[in-house]
C-alpha cells in the first residue's frame, strides 16, 4: 500500500518537500509567511493520505466501515481550510483582524461538521451497507465552499498585488483560474475528486510568485528595492517623462544620537509620506540607505511640481524631512544623463535647506 502510495504521488511529494525547505532558507519570506507555507504543505499533504486510503483502500471494499465517511468529510474540510491558511501569506488582515478572522471562518465553521456527520444525516452523501455512494440533497455544497474562498482568496490578492506589475497580477490569475477551471472540469467530466495534484501545482507556483514579489520589496520600507529599480531601467524607459530624487535629511544625526532602531522608524514614516502622497503615476524606489527615487509616467512639470510640494508638505507634520530634485524627460537626453540631473538638482535643494537650518 505504502509503495502505491508513494507511486501515485511521488511527482507531487517531491514538489511539496521542495517547497517546505525552500520556506526555511528563504531571506524574502516572512517568518509567518513561510510557517503559513508550512501548514498548507502539510494539509497538502494530508490530503493526499487521506484521498488515497479513502479511494484506494475502502472504495473496493464490499461491506461499508465508518472510516469511509470519516476520510470522506476530512477529504470536503481539509480543501477549504488550505485555502483559508494561504489567505494570510500575502494578504493578512491588518485591521479589524479579530473580526474578518472570524467571519471568514464562519463558513467552514458551519460546514465542517456538516460534512463530518453527512453519513448519519444523508445531506451531502452516503454510503449503504454494501459501501456504495450515493448523493445527498447538498451534494455540491463543499464544492460551493470551495468556490466561495477561492473567489475571496483571488479578490483579497488582487487587491494586495495592485501595487506590484500588470504580468505579476496576471499570473496571479492564471494560478489560481487554471486551478479553479481544472476542478470544475473534472466535476463536468464526473472524474475523480482527487484534486491534490492540482493544489500542489497551485501551491509551488504560488509561493514562487510570492518569493518573487517579496523579493523586489525592501523589507525595511515596505517599497520597490534597488534590484527593482535597475529592472526598470533596463525596461521601456521611453515612457518615463520624469524622474524625482530624494534624500532624507540629517539622518546620520539621528543613527549617531539615537540609534538606528530610531533611524529605521524614520526611514518608515518618509517612505510612508512618500507612498501615500507621490500619486499614482510613479513608482518609488529605495535605491541606498536614505535615498530614493521616483519614476513618473506620462506626467507633465505642473503635476511633478504639485507631488513634490505635496509630499514636502506631508512631511513638515512629521518630525523629518526630505530634499527634492527632479528632472523631466525631454527625450533627447538618455535616463543615465536624467538621473544626475535629478541628483544635482536635490543637493542644491538640500544646500538650500542647510542655510536655512
Given at each position: ?5 508513494i ?13 517546505f ?14 510557517w ?5 504543505i ?18 473496493p471494499?464490499?461491506t ?8 470522506t ?19 493578512p488582515?491588518?485591521k479589524n ?12 465553521a458551519i ?27 447538498l451534494f ?8 466561495l ?7 483579497q ?5 495592485k ?5 505579476n497580477?496576471?499570473f496571479?490569475l ?5 486551478v ?13 475528486g482527487?484534486y491534490?495534484?492540482l493544489?500542489g ?15 523586489t ?7 520597490y528595492?534597488?534590484?527593482s ?9 521611453e515612457r518615463?517623462?520624469?524622474i524625482?530624487?530624494?534624500?532624507m535629511?540629517r ?5 549617531d ?8 522608524e524614520?526611514?518608515k ?26 519614476l ?12 513634490i ?6 512631511l ?7 530634499s527634492f ?15 544626475i ?17
Open positions: 500500500m505504502l509503495l502505491n502510495y507511486a501515485e504521488y511521488s511527482i507531487l511529494l517531491f514538489e511539496l518537500t521542495g517547497v525547505i525552500l520556506s526555511f532558507i528563504s531571506v524574502h519570506i516572512s517568518r509567518k509567511a513561510a503559513l507555507s508550512r501548514v498548507s502539510t494539509l497538502i499533504f494530508l490530503e493526499t493520505v487521506v484521498t488515497f486510503i479513502e479511494d484506494q483502500v475502502l472504495k471494499l464490499d461499508y466501515t465508518v472510516w469511509r465517511p470519516i476520510l468529510g476530512l477529504k470536503y474540510s481539509i480543501y477549504p481550510s488550505i485555502l483559508v491558511t494561504m489567505m494570510d501569506i500575502t494578504a488582515f491588518k483582524k479579530i473580526v474578518k478572522n472570524f467571519l471568514l471562518g464562519l463558513p467552514f460546514c465542517a461538521p456538516i460534512f463530518m456527520t453527512t453519513q448519519w444525516t444523508h445531506i451531502v452523501c452516503y454510503y449503504n451497507e454494501n459501501n456504495n455512494y450515493f448523493r445527498g440533497p455540491y455544497l463543499p464544492y460551493l465552499v470551495f468556490t474562498y477561492l473567489f475571496i482568496f483571488i479578490i490578492n488582487i487587491i494586495t498585488l501595487r506590484y506589475s500588470n504580468f497580477r496576471f496571479l492564471f494560478i489560481l483560474f487554471g479553479a477551471a481544472s476542478v470544475a472540469t473534472r466535476i463536468i467530466a464526473n472524474q475523480s482527487d491534490t495534484h493544489f501545482a497551485g501551491m509551488v507556483l504560488y509561493y514562487i510568485l510570492t518569493y518573487i514579489n517579496k523579493a520589496i525592501d523589507p525595511l520600507t515596505g517599497i528595492n534597488r534590484p529599480y535597475y529592472k526598470a531601467l533596463r525596461g521601456d524607459t518615463i517623462t520624469a524625482v530624487s530624494i534624500d535629511n539622518l546620520k544625526y539621528v543613527n544620537n539615537y540609534g538606528h532602531s530610531k533611524g529605521d524614520a526611514l514614516v518618509v517612505s510612508k509620506v512618500i507612498l501615500e502622497n507621490m500619486g499614482s503615476e510613479g513608482k518609488v524606489y529605495r535605491i541606498g540607505g536614505d535615498e530614493f527615487i521616483i513618473y509616467q506620462l506626467v507633465n512639470e505642473t503635476i511633478v511640481k504639485s507631488r510640494g505635496l509630499m514636502k508638505t506631508e513638515s507634520r512629521t518630525e523629518y524631512s526630505c530634485g527632479y528632472a523631466m524627460n525631454d527625450h533627447k537626453t538618455n535616463i543615465e544623463d536624467l538621473i540631473k535629478a541628483d544635482e538638482n536635490m543637493y542644491k535643494d538640500k544646500e538650500a535647506v542647510k542655510r536655512v537650518e
